[in-house]
């Protein structure tokens, strides 16, 4: 499966509408609901897809998304903080899980992600 980086190319999404295309960082965060899954973006409201969440998983993970629970793939450059409960809260006020089995490898994804910002500024 080919992974897709955050400015290069589009993420094909296939709706009863037709066939979207959206770069990855337009995307917060997906979210599974059983078979489905609700895509989050920056500008547009969620949008429900007949796929679900580990089809995206391989795909998105050079494009700076992390998976933090088996409901769950966010986008790494939208995360605002981790509260005092484990859960992450982005930049449009969601707030995301993570498993105990994920915690320790999302939280230093998400440092290393924050010092590679640090790097580059």
Request: charged share 25%; net charge positive; with cysteine.
């Amino acid at each position: 499966m080919q992974t897709i980086p955050a400015n290069v190319h589009k993420l094909p999404v296939a709706t009863s509408e037709g066939l979207y295309f959206f770069y990855a960082d337009e995307i917060v965060r997906f979210e599974a609901s059983s078979n489905y899954t609700y895509i989050h973006f920056t500008n547009r409201k969620p949008m429900l897809i007949a796929k679900v969440l580990g089809d995206y998983e391989e795909q998105l993970s050079s494009a700076g998304f992390v998976r933090t629970h088996r409901s769950h793939l966010i986008n790494k450059q939208y995360v605002t903080f981790i509260d005092g409960h484990g859960n992450i809260v982005m930049e449009d006020n969601s707030r995301v899980e993570i498993s105990r089995r994920k915690k320790k490898g999302v939280i230093s994804e998400l440092k290393k992600c924050f010092f590679q910002r640090l790097s580059a500024a």
